[in-house]
């Protein structure tokens, strides 16, 4: 008669628990060790400001795009055939000139392509998207 704890290939009914008593041992230690580490807080002094408002950037114009695919530089209405000739008087009057683009959420993608590649021709280099979130 065999017996179950005979070697025969059979299910074991015990789990051997030795390997995971080992691992929340080093888990254990390994807490104890960084847990001082932990709390240690070094005091700094910060110096004291004032609350000040950034200057307004002189250099910038912006460009909306409305619904219906009118162009307005500096909320003056302004047909897509001149926006490109406004915009290099517009660079030639200041070189540092920055352009703020903004697109109402109903305006055409081509209407806003064609705002684009005018500003690209009239040698504006400095082209932001100005974004609303809601």
């Not at 065999?2 to 070697?7: C, I």
């Not at 080992?22 to 910060?46: E, H």
């Amino acid at each position: 008669m065999q017996t179950p704890s005979d070697d025969d290939g059979g299910e074991m009914s015990e789990i051997n628990v030795t390997p995971l008593v080992d691992v929340m041992l080093v888990l254990l230690v390994v807490f104890i060790v960084t847990a001082p580490l932990l709390t240690q807080v070094v005091k700094v002094r910060l110096p004291e400001t004032e609350a000040t408002q950034p200057a307004p950037d002189q250099h910038v114009s912006i460009l909306s795009i409305q619904a219906d695919g009118q162009a307005l530089l500096d909320q003056h209405p302004v047909p897509l055939d001149s926006l490109e000739t406004e915009l290099k008087a517009l660079q030639q009057r200041d070189p540092d000139i920055s352009l703020q683009l903004q697109a109402d959420r109903a305006a055409v993608f081509d209407a806003v392509a064609k705002v684009m590649a005018a500003a690209q021709r009239s040698g504006i280099g400095k082209l932001s998207f100005v974004t609303v979130l809601q």
